[in-house]
């Protein structure tokens, strides 16, 4: 059974990982997603960049919203500004936590 061990947590986020299957999981708002070591690597190094102002878009509601796909067509990701910004700053917080506890711990 893996022990998992929480990088970065607040009121909507958890980010943790089980280092013995070596898997990161991103809990948010009903969303659980699941990558490996060198997958969340990938994500955060491709999207950590991205300006919420450049990919705005509204919601039917009104609201602005950026829409991050996913490999699959069907499902999408959705943040307003504070949820965009808040979720990069966890990603960041578990990136810098993740390194941390490799060199405390090898």
């Not at 061990?5 to 299957?21: H, M, R, S």
């Amino acid at each position: 059974m893996c022990k998992t061990l929480v990088l970065a947590q607040n009121e909507n986020i958890t980010i943790a990982q089980c280092g013995n299957c070596r898997v990161l999981n991103i809990w948010r708002a009903g969303v659980l997603m699941n990558f490996s070591f060198e997958q969340f690597d990938a994500f955060y190094q491709a999207t950590k960049r991205l300006e919420f102002d450049n990919y705005l878009e509204n919601r039917p509601d009104g609201k602005e919203v950026v829409i991050l796909s996913t490999p699959f067509p069907d499902i999408s990701l959705v943040f307003t500004r504070y949820e965009w910004r808040e979720f990069f700053e966890k990603m960041e917080e578990a990136t810098y936590m993740q390194r941390v506890y490799e060199i405390v711990h090898n």
